[in-house]
Structure formats: C-alpha cells, structure tokens
C-alpha cells in the first residue's frame, strides 16, 4: 500500500513537472524569447564554464591534498620505493597538462564566448604548431617510457640466486603457502594428487617433498631478497601486495613468479605508524567468485634471525600423518606419484635450474 | 550576415540549401515512395538508414537505463555495506539474502554494467546510431550500399539484446565473471553460478552482436568508399566521416578475433576441449584439462578489447570536432593533422592490446614492448586535444546544448586519458593494475566521454533525425547536473585507488589497507546514483521533443556541411531532387569576405567569388 502511494505521489510529481515545463515554454513564445538563438543563457553558459574551473578545480585541489595521507600506504619494498617516486613524477607530468589544457578549455570557452558583431578568426591550420605539439608530448613520453623501461626490466628480471623462495598458490577462496624446507627445494606437486588433507598435491615419491612445510602465513626476512613462486589451482586469482608494490596474476597450468627485497619488519611498521594492529596484507586482485574480495593473507615481515628460528620451528609435511595416509591412498587411485609420472617429470623439469642458495643466516644453522 | 541571429529557412535559401529546385520533386517522389509503405515496413523492418539509426538510439537509450539500474545497485551495496537492502527484494528476489546483496549478484551486477555500457550502449547505441544516420547524409548518398545488410544488422543486435536481457532473468544469475570474461572462472559452472546458463547467454549474444557488427561495418565502409556524391573527394569529407570511417575498419579487423575467442570457450565449456584451461582442481575434483592457456585467452581477448575502446571513442572524437567547429563559427584547426591523428590511433590501436596483461604473467620483454607502444599512442591523442583547444580559440562560441557536452567531452578524455600514461607505464601499473585507479580511468576516458559525445551528438542532429528541436533549457539543466556529477563520481575514485583498493569488490572492510576510504565510497555512491537520476531529464527531453518539440528549420545551426541541404524530414532517399554536389571542405566556417559566417559544402567556388582564398580561385572557373 505504501508502495503504492508513492508510487502514485511520483507519478504525480512527473506530471506537475511536465506541466510547469509545458506553462515554461509557452510564457517563453508569448515573450518572444523562445526563437532567440542566441540569449542570456549563452552567457550565462559561459560564466558557468568559468566558474566551475575555479571552484572544481579548487575542490579538486583542496580534496587531493585532503586525502593525500590516505593514499599513501607505507612502502616497505625496495622496488616500491623507487616506483613511488616515478608514479609521482610521471603524477606531476601529468598533473602539468592537465591543469594547462583544462585552463585554457575553460579560460577559452568563456573568453570567446559569442558576441553580436564579433567575426571567428579564420585560421585552418598551421604545420609548424602542429609539430610543435607533436614532438614535445613525444619526448615527454619517451623519456617516461625509457625509465618505466629500466625500471620494468629490473624489477622483472631473474631474482638473485640467494633469494628465499615461497610458493603461494591460489584457490577458491584462499591462499596456500608453502616453503621449501631445509633442502632449500620445493618439491613436485601433481594437481591430480590434490584431495582435502593433500591440498597442494604434493608428490611424496619425490625426496625434495619431504621437508617441505606449508604455514597459514608468510614469513619473509626483512632485508633479503624474497622469490614468491605462485600458482592457481582453479581460475584465476593475483597475489596482490600492496605494501610492497607487488602484483602477479596466479594462473592455473602455468607457474609464474615475483622477487622483491622487504625494506621494514612488521614491527619496525607497527612502530612507525604508531599502529599496533598493523600488518602486511596480500589480497586478490583478480576476479575468482564469491569470495573474490575476502582472500586475504597475512604476510609478516621477521627479523632475519627470527625469520630462521620460525622457519625451524614448522613441521615438514612427512611429519602430517593425514597428508601421508592420504597421498598413499590417492597414488594408488590414480597411479601418479610413483616417481616416473608423466605429470611428476613435467613439473620436475619446471622446478629445474631453480636451487636457490639458502639464507645465509640459515646456512649457519 | 555577420552574425547568426534567428535566420529563417528561407533567408538561407540562397546559400544554404541544394541548387536544385525541389518543391515539385519532393511531393512526387514522396507520394512514390512512402504513401504506400506499411507502418511494418516503415518504421520495424525499415531499410531506411534514418529509420535504422533511430532504432539503434531507441534501443542504445533503453540499455544505457538498465546500466544504469545496475550500477546504483552496486553502488548502494559499496557506499552503505552496513546497510539492510530488504526494500529490493520485490525487484531482485532470492539476490537478497537476509538483507544483503549475495555476493556472486554483485559479481553478475558489475560484469552485466561492463558488458551493457561497452557493448550495447557505446558500441551499439553510439556508434550504430551516428554511422547509420550520417554516413549516407554527410557523403551525399540516397542510402547505405546495401538497406537490407543494414537491416539485418539492426535485428542482430535486437537478438542479441533480447537474449543479453533475458540472461538477467536466470535463476542461476547472469554471466558474473567481469565483462572480460576471462576463463578458466567463465569456462566452470563449479567456479560461480554465472558461469551456468548465464555464460552460454552472455556468449550466444556476443556471437549475434559480433554478426550485427559486421554486417553494419562492411555497409559502413562500402558507403563511404563507394558512394559519395559528385565532388567529395576523401578530403572533403567531415570528421565525423573520417571517425566512423576508421571506426568500421577497426570493427571489421577486431570483432572476428573476439568470435574466435568466445568458439573456443564455447569448446572448452561444451566439448572438453582445452584451450584455456590446465591442471584444474574444482570442487573436489580434477579436471582432465590440461595444456591450454588462460593467457592466451586474455591474448585474444583484448586483441578485441583494446581497439573496442577506440571503436567507442573514436566516433565520439568525429562528432565533437563537428560540433566544436559549428559551434565556434571556425574551421576546425589542423583538419589534415585530425585525420592523420584518427589514422595513427586507429594503427596503434592494434598493437597496444597487451598493456592489459603487464603482470598477468606474460613474458616481460613483450611487456616492454607494448609499454613503448602504449604511450606513442598518447601522442596522436593529444594532438587532438590541442587542435580542439585551437579551434576555440579566437572563435564565437554559441553553447548549445550539444556544444557544451563537446566541450565537456574534451575535459573528460583530458582528466581520464592522461592517467593513460601512469597505466601505459609496466612499472606503474604492477601497483595500478586492477585497482580503483584503472575504474576512474576508463570510465572517464572511454564511458563518460563517449557518453557525452553521444549526448552532444543526440543534440546536433534530433532536429534532422525528428524535425523538431530538443529543448535548450533542459539540455543545460542536463549537461551541469552530469557534468559535474560524473567529475564527483570519478575523481575522487583516483584517490582510493591510488591506495591501492581493488576492484569488484564486494566488500573492503575486511583489510586493513583498504577500509579507510569508506566516506569517501559513500560520496562516489551518493554521486553516481544523483547523475544516473539527472539523466531523466534527458529521457524526457528526448521523448518529449520527438512528439512535442518546437519545429524545426533545414539548418538550424548554420552548419555546412550536406546533412543540412536535405528537407526537414528527409524521405527515403534523403534528397527530393538530384544529390547535390560537392565543391567544398566542409568548415568554411567565417570565411573573410564571405556574406555569411558558413558557406556550405554544396556552394560552387563561383558563387562565392569574395571569400575565395587564392588557389581556390582557379578551382572557381
């Protein structure tokens, strides 16, 4: 009933609406304002075009500066920090344009408004502004493309051969971590092994497995380089660490990967921001389901010696009974992790070429 | 006539309108043609390109509502997440769930916006309307190459839609995974419930859409190609031509590619194939699938999806110019650097695709090299905005309602595609990808001021498309409220995602990181549902003027070009009498010298012996 009526009070609203516009315009014929082309609104379009540059533009303004806080969580990469300096010069580029082109958008607009008896100035073209035009913005972009270059190509490239290695593998809606344990291996994983108690589908007919743990965290050491290895075992998910400008999609069939150097322990940040509760997030950044925007992870940043003692302290997965009892079972249904598998070979060859020195700190355990 | 005060159609009769004395002609051919015609004929499986553009604008007008709905929808569920949204439950049903919005709905919400307002309203309802309603007039041609393809191309998209819209009605929900549709999540009913039926409605649509495409394309393409009047030379051709022009032979190029694209998935959803999906374990359950590739679907994919941008944008750019140049009583500034600026985006815009993809695991040196090729394409685009701003310059600026969503339209592909560069940039985008500051970007580059070019476009040409006039006053009223709305709505989406906050996201509050903007999401929200409101005030203006709108005159923007020499309603055939020829470019626009501020295109050199500049004296005898 209430639906109703004001469903009926809308309808209504329309129609004394539509009748003051049709009461608008017949005034308007009477006054004879109605066929003028070009009036008061024509000025006062303009006026308004003037105006809002000047207060858009000081809303702009005041609101950027108002939330310039907030939109700088705290870097703790080494990479990040080099990429935030260039988001905010590419920022100030850009930023010179735009307040440049808008300006005279609007400056123009109400400048040469119409006025009776004014003549436009004829001009159709002129060759030497248009290159003028053309060849600054190319410069411009090529230099922010030869640093985007040099920084993309490092950023991207081989992680150092002393890096601590992860693997994160994504699914609907979690992420799985696994480390590689004191043999400094990760071992072969079969997707086809993989049930609920063998969730990564490790292969245990592989020695390398054995000591491989799986955390419900990551433990990374501040100050070391980090090679996060990550993969999906369903759609597609992106391990997504915002702290430390890392971004990878986690697709399924083909292992991909990320490095990046830690620059604060999660303490050193807690103290820094005078919060407590803080801590490194991973999230997904990419499409996956129901879930999609509640896959987190918590990522915490150790001292290295603390970073070696938590890593002693996990139990390798041979330790799991369940896992064990599990994968028995699953390798003979399928017949896989019999150590001459097709699927264990492939994955075998992936992880090949991949025997990362172990922590220096950890080597002296 | 110095200036352009009210000028009634006769007093232009000398200047403005076809050399061909047409009263005579015009009833006989009226009577010949249309008298007979059922209204079946006429106005539902018309082969008439005015009739067939309206149909799109009907139908692109009716899609850009139902975006709309679904946009407020999730804005509601981002701006209030506390919020109990039970009063939907009459409309949206088992979507609410104990007064919330189920999750996978929003998932389905964002990808049916996506695919609506890209596809249907901006492809479809923008560029099927203007290529359709100008090509045939603006080159001087009785009708497109073939009515009957042009037909067809209609009905497809009226198909596609029908099956777009009932997918929306599914008990298993409309498709849900992103407008991208990236699989393995679209190809697996297990991985969300959208993937079902939805999927299969979402691709069977496409698939007609594509066809409506194409069919539009070729005609689009032989048109301008193959019948132009006497006298109109490529480089005679408006802008808007040019645009369109370019924009069919994107389509024609890309549109196969995504029907490839959604075979395949097809394949890997009905037929086990493996194209895009490998070593997955779902639901408790491995699949058999392996060896394909989710890359090389997103590959495929965006080799659609980055020219698509251009096929959205790019007839907007055409328009703008027109009306910019009209409007400012000016040629438009560097006609040649404009045409070679639509050439070089048009090019680039095929080999940009991957800058989609920087971090989706493809190999990093072809990163590097789509970055390069990414932010070339910045060059060309700001040559068009300079040439823009020239033609304002020094010129006489009369705001019609069309004129200022022109100028909006170059503010807000300013503000959006200069964040292009931040993206374009591998770096920068490992950070950027995904988040907020991708949303803000696109929608104002490519969503809003395709809008506004549609918007300024409706404008210009309602007194040709109806015979009547929209009203001015409402189409102020219209511009401001959106203008500054889709401004509030956007900017501050920058902001959040510089933070870093990502997108499709149901909910931020369980992160740390991301729940501090949650004033600021209610302001977007609040902004946005206000500017979808504003834009009633179009609807009504549009239906309102169509029955009830002021007459209107042959020309009544003072404009050259050959849509205008046409009887107020054109008949089928356009021109009552022969088509009048070419002699000029189309924006001599204050010609010194000249008697009026426009002399049209139709308008012999010989008749206007005091404005001819020197070379075109000789053209003259």
């Known amino acids: ?147 985007g270059w040099k920084a993309w190509t490092r950023i991207t490239g081989p992680a150092p051969k002393d890096a601590v290695v992860l693997e994160v593998m994504g699914k609907q809606f979690n992420w799985l971590v696994r480390y590689p344990g004191r043999d400094m291996k990760l071992g072969v994983v079969n997707y086809r092994l ?172 | 006539m110095a200036t352009n005060l009210p000028v009634s159609a006769q007093s232009q009769g000398g200047v403005g309108t076809a050399p061909v004395p047409h009263t005579e002609h015009d009833d006989h051919l009226h009577d010949h043609e249309h008298h007979d015609q059922h209204w079946l004929w006429k106005y539902v499986f018309s082969q008439d390109h005015k009739m067939i553009a309206r149909q799109f604008l009907i139908t692109g007008i009716f899609w850009a509502v139902i975006g709309g709905v679904l946009s407020s929808l999730f804005r509601l569920q981002l701006g209030w997440p506390e919020a109990t949204l039970d009063w939907l439950q009459p409309i949206l049903g088992k979507w609410i769930e104990g007064g919330k919005l189920n999750p996978e709905f929003y998932l389905a919400l964002v990808t049916m916006h996506g695919t609506i307002m890209v596809f249907f309203v901006l492809t479809a309802g923008l560029s099927g309307t203007f290529s359709n309603f100008l090509i045939p007039l603006q080159v001087g041609a009785r009708d497109m190459a073939s009515g009957f393809m042009n037909m067809l191309s209609y009905w497809f998209f009226f198909l596609s839609s029908v099956v777009m819209f009932s997918s929306l009605f599914l008990e298993t929900g409309p498709a849900a995974a992103g407008w991208t549709i990236y699989p393995p999540l679209s190809a697996l009913p297990q991985a969300i419930s959208g993937s079902g039926t939805g999927m299969t409605m979402w691709l069977v649509s496409m698939v007609f859409f594509i066809v ?74 491995a699949l058999h699938n392996q060896g394909g590739s989710p890359v090389l679907f997103q590959h495929l994919f965006w080799f659609l999806g980055h020219p698509e941008v251009y096929i959205v944008i790019m007839p907007a750019m055409g328009m703008v110019s027109e009306i910019l ?27 940009v695709w991957a800058h989609h993809m920087f971090v989706t695991g493809m190999n990093p040196f072809l990163g590097s090299v789509f970055m390069f090729l990414t932010l070339i394409i910045a060059v060309p685009s700001g040559v068009k905005v300079f040439n823009w701003l020239a033609t304002l310059w020094r010129g006489n600026i009369r705001f019609t309602a069309a004129m200022l969503f022109s100028v909006g339209f170059v503010s807000l592909f300013i503000s959006g595609g200069l964040t292009g560069i931040i993206l374009g940039n591998a770096t920068l985008d490992i950070q950027m990808h995904n988040t907020y500051f991708v949303v803000a970007h696109f929608h104002l580059v490519m969503g809003s001021s395709a809008f506004f070019g549609l918007f300024a476009g409706v404008y210009h040409w309602f007194p040709k498309m109806f015979g009547r006039m929209m009203d001015e006053k409402l189409g102020y009223i219209h511009f401001w409220l959106t203008f500054i709305g889709v401004y509030l709505v956007f900017m501050p989406m920058h902001y959040v995602g510089i933070a870093g906050f990502p997108r499709r996201y149901y909910s931020w509050t369980g992160f740390d990181a991301f729940s501090q903007f949650a004033d600021l999401n209610k302001f977007i929200s609040l902004a946005a549902i206000l500017a979808f409101f504003a834009q009633f005030v179009f609807i009504f203006n549009f239906f309102y003027s169509i029955f009830r709108g002021r007459r209107a005159t042959e020309n009544p923007w003072n404009s050259t070009t050959l849509e205008w020499t046409t009887p107020i309603e054109p008949g089928h055939g356009n021109w009552p009498g022969e088509i009048p020829a070419v002699y000029r470019w189309p924006y001599d626009y204050s010609k010194p010298g000249a008697e009026a501020d426009f002399i049209p295109q139709n308008v012999p050199y010989s008749q206007t012996p005091s404005s001819n500049l020197p070379y075109e004296r000789e053209l003259a005898e």
């Open chain 1, 194 to 365: 993989i049930d609920a108690s063998n969730e990564f589908g490790f292969d245990l007919s592989d020695k390398a497995a054995m000591d491989d743990f799986v955390a419900p965290e990551v433990h990374v050491p501040k100050g070391h380089p980090v090679l996060i290895k990550i993969r999906s075992r369903d759609v597609l998910h992106a391990v997504y660490m915002p702290h430390f400008r890392v971004q990878m999609y986690a697709v399924p069939g083909m292992p991909t990967r990320f490095w990046f150097t830690p620059t604060a322990t999660t303490d050193e940040m807690r103290a820094k921001l005078g919060n407590p509760k803080f801590d490194y997030e991973l999230a997904c950044n990419q499409i996956c389901g129901k879930g999609h925007f509640a896959m987190k992870l918590k990522i915490v940043v150790d001292e290295p010696d603390d970073y070696v003692a938590w890593f002693a302290a996990q139990p390798p997965v041979s330790k799991n009974a369940d896992l064990m009892a599990s994968f028995k079972q699953m390798s003979q249904q399928t017949g896989l992790g019999k150590g001459g598998s097709q699927g264990a070979k492939e994955a075998a060859i992936e992880e090949a070429g991949e025997t990362p020195a172990p922590l220096s700190a950890q080597a002296s355990m």
């Open chain 1, 1 to 147: 009933m209430t639906s109703l009526t004001i469903l009926l009070v809308l309808v209504l609203l329309l129609v004394v609406f539509g009748l003051l516009f049709r009461l608008q315009i017949l005034t308007a014929i009477f006054s004879g304002s109605y066929v003028r082309q070009i009036g008061t609104s024509n000025r006062v379009n303009a006026v308004l075009m003037l105006v809002f540059m000047v207060v858009g533009g000081a809303a702009f303004f005041w609101s950027f500066a108002e939330n310039f806080g907030k939109m700088n969580p705290p870097i703790a990469s080494i990479h990040g920090h080099a990429m935030e300096k260039m988001f905010w010069t590419t920022m100030t580029v850009i930023g010179v344009a735009f307040v440049l082109t808008q300006v005279l958008l609007f400056t123009y607009s109400y400048k040469y408004q119409h006025k009776d008896g004014r003549r436009a100035y004829f001009f159709s073209h002129n060759n030497k502004i248009e290159v003028i035009w053309t060849i600054i913005p190319a410069i411009v972009m090529a230099s922010l493309i030869f640093a």
């Open chain 2, 325 to 351: 140049a009209t409007n400012s009583r000016k040629p438009i500034f560097g006609y040649r650097a404009m045409i070679g600026s639509l050439i070089g985006i048009s090019l680039l815009s095929f080999v």
């Open chain 2, 212 to 285: 409506s495409q194409l069919l539009g394309g070729v005609n689009y393409v032989t048109t301008i190609i193959n019948m132009r009047t006497r006298g109109m030379s490529m480089s005679k051709l408006p802008l808007t031509i040019w645009a369109f022009f370019l924009t069919a032979i994107l389509g024609i190029l890309s549109f196969p590619v995504l029907f490839s694209a959604a075979l395949l998935l097809v394949f890997d959803r009905s037929f086990g194939t493996s194209f895009f999906l490998s070593d997955i374990y779902i639901a408790g359950q």
